[in-house]
């Protein structure tokens, strides 16, 4: 049968790589093989058009690092802590309920797929304004799909990030991360190898949903009025769940020699990865995989994205004992083919072969070196005087302002709306710089955040990134932990553009960079390009989750101010910079400027003095200076414990910049810390060591925040007011 | 066996509640599949939490129907003691071994955060460690924990003492402000008629240790433990 050039560039295929298909194959390839060699093929699975860069990211650091197939992470004592962060932005922007909630279902796969208990997720969620009503739609129905999803499985989601920015108008982001534990020797890999083991279909049945999900949504921008919707998979967490019990069960049992979720890509996608990494061949019979629906196709049931399916590799003559723990949690289990020896990926359907690939030849997709080049519109944009400015008449005004902006305020509607808390191990609760963990049976916790500017990688793609990196390290620390190890979630726009292609390329070298200076490994990751609506790209938006270590859990810190007349510390420095701040797009209505300065050597003092502040009991509470700045980070302190609002008088900072930098600039390497007046000095002599600026700048105590300089009041404000301004105003914008 | 936890497809907060007994209250514990047949030697059943068959039809609809719920009902006509928390308790709403109904929470959104519940009624099995009128810090995670009954059997459950928990501020004020899903008369948590069947929204397995932020639901657990004691 001839395929006409339509058909595989509909799959997402280019003419060349079609051609190079011929060549492997020496034939014209079968219907289900194109199928086959286009979601293989594509961004999302083979890397073709990033795998030359990611090389950059270190894979090493302080803690042992695991690198698997799906996803990565540390070794501490006997304990695997695996975590992984995915994308999901074009199912959501397409249908947000079920784009968001099959995001948090097939990332929890990839970490059970390990052996590892998903203990917890994060999201990192970005959308347009919430003027716009399709923007405020896709908001509420992404966090409904997270609820849906992510509650039902009793996997608490603790953590994340909103933003809010014009880009993301027609193109929103959902990235999805999960973090699952393991006793380190019994983790499993995703490969099939035994020549005559089986290979084991598991879970839901499979359907049309989410044919082409990889190659036609998630590799190709949105153009207008193109209906998309069938390519968007359906979940049902009830039956993930029932798979998580019933997988770890199986798992148990020691005769699972390798295990793959079917997420992109489906059955192709885990046939050929699995006899990949296993160096082996797989065939299977097509007719015995379950159906929901009659009169498939090969191809379809090859390329089907329908959720909640795994596919095992049992150990020979086990096949039965396994079968019957899936059957026991009312599952699918059902022998579908067998491991071989010749390095080949053969599909049968009624016994005639439809498919028969060299399995390499499938999974080392082409690599292409992307051409780049600067924007010409960068060097523009960073030009901001910042003395053409007016100051502010109102400075009680602007912070109101900033508090009720949605990405500042208080996200408590949405995350009231995740469980946090099951499985007990939430021992700081969403709120706070990062959530942490412990770790039953240990004295140990974890500590996870979600952290990306996207703004600033818009102004400065280089440096943007690495203050993701830096920003995600002090929020642990912040929480007393020592950052380990990070995921990336790579999202981007077109890769064909080189002006797009070359914001990819900074922000993976301020990773790579700013990862090796902190020895931060980056354990696991995904690339999602193609973010464009009609109207452009997004922000290149290098999500950064990071994980880190607590060894005692007993030294967990908080951002809130705990007591009466304790004395508030800054560490670090207040620059004269405004560039791409919060301040400047809420009150000017500008996004101008350059990203802050980052001095990387400043930022590992300023966490070094606040861990050790912390670690040796002498913090009281810890908060990172980001989004509003200093006064933002400020009543934050006071209020973001609503049971304990403590006030504060700001009256030590020294105004030898202007007023409106001071307060509101987003200068990085800066925490707040409050201390008992007792251990003023040795906090001071912790700074000192690590050659950091240390200022007393005020303490705290009463009902209002109040911030001084010589001449009196800038600002003064009740405590009531600006918990009100900050803890509804998400709300109230929804619900308009 | 002193306790049983059962554990239905769905089931999510079975571990927690197996956690707390057997590591922080050291008593001897097992999980009960929803299939198993018998119910031997346990003294107090827990019907944990969590979303059974997905809480599709409705929440506790379908789990009502698994065989362990007969032998569930014939344990408590002997007169021992069973726990529904959560989903739990929906559950044995619908399996009619406690009275009223569950509704969507009136804000049509899961919730989930730590609330304050007064105990009204500190004479049964689950509460006897309670002051009367004390309040609990004990976390809520629901959708449905809208409790509703028609006026006449809100008497009856006023008139025998068969509310046992609601839903109150730090400060002891029962307003609807407080009240964070509906539930009519601010309604955490009854008991049955006989007084062996506690159905309740808030997790005490969720706060039964000071580093999750309270360990006000111990007293339940405790309480438990020194009723069956005492027999």
Known sequence: MDISNEVYRALGLSDKEYQRIIDILKREPTPTELAMFSVEWSEHCGYPRSRNWLKLLPKRGKYQTLIGEDSGGIIIDDLAVIFKMESHNHPSQVEPKQGAATGVGGIIRDIFTTGAQPIASLNSLRFGALQDSYNRYLLTGVVDGIQFYGNCLGVPTVGGEIYFDESYTGNCLVNAMSIGIAKKDKLVRARASGVGNSIMYVGASTGRDGIGGCSVLASQEFKEDEEKRPTVQIGDPFTEKCLIEATLEALATGHIVGIKDMGAAGLTCSTSEMASAGESGVEIELQLVPRREANMEPWEVMMSESQERMLLCVKKGKEKEVEKIFTKWDLNAIVIGKVTENGIVRIKDKGKVVAEIETRALTDAPVYDMPYIKPDYLDRLNRLDINTLPEPEDYNKVLLKLLGSPSISSKEWVYEQYDHMVQTNTVVLPGSDAAVLRLKGTNKAIAATTDCNSRYCYLNPYRGAQIAVAEAARNLVCSGAEPAALTDCLNFGNPEKPDRFWQFKSCIEGIADTCKFFNIPVVSGNVSFYNESPKGAIYPTPTIGMIGILDDIKKICTQYFKREKETIVLLGTCKEELGGSEYLKQIHRLIKGDAPDLNLQLEQGVQHTALEAITKGLASSAHDCSEGGLAVALAECCISNKENMIGAVIDGLIFDLRKNALLFGESQSRIVLSCSKEFVDKIRDIAKRNKVPFQIIGQTGGKEFRILDDRGEVINLPLRKISEKWASSLQSIIMV | ?231
């Open chain 2, 1 to 231: 066996m002193r306790f049983g936890v059962v554990v239905f497809p769905g089931s999510n907060c079975d571990q927690d509640c197996f956690y707390v007994i057997k590591d922080i209250l050291n008593q001897p514990v097992k999980h009960i599949w929803h299939k198993d047949k018998r119910l031997d030697n346990f003294d107090c059943i827990v019907l944990p939490g969590g979303f059974s068959y997905g809480d599709y039809l409705r929440t506790g609809a379908i789990a009502m129907f698994s065989p362990i719920m007969e032998r569930i009902s014939e344990f408590t006509r002997k007169g021992k003691v069973v726990i529904g928390i959560c989903n739990g308790f929906q559950i044995l709403l619908e399996a009619g071994l406690l009275p009223g109904a569950m509704l969507r929470n009136k804000n049509l959104h899961f919730i989930c955060k730590y609330v304050y519940i007064r105990t009204e009624n500190s004479q049964t099995p689950f509460t006897n460690l309670c002051k009367k009128n004390q309040i609990l810090k004990i976390p809520i995670a629901h959708n449905e924990g809208n409790y509703y009954i028609d006026e006449e059997g809100l008497r009856k459950l006023k008139r025998s003492s068969q509310i046992v928990f609601r839903y109150c501020s730090r400060e002891d004020k029962t307003t609807s402000e407080f009240n964070p899903n509906g539930a009519i008369d601010n309604i955490a948590g009854i008991i049955n008629k006989k007084g062996n069947v506690l159905g309740m929204m808030p997790h005490p397995e969720r706060s039964s240790e000071s580093v999750l932020g309270s360990n006000d639901g111990l007293l339940v657990f405790k309480s438990i433990i020194k009723w069956l004691e005492s027999r």
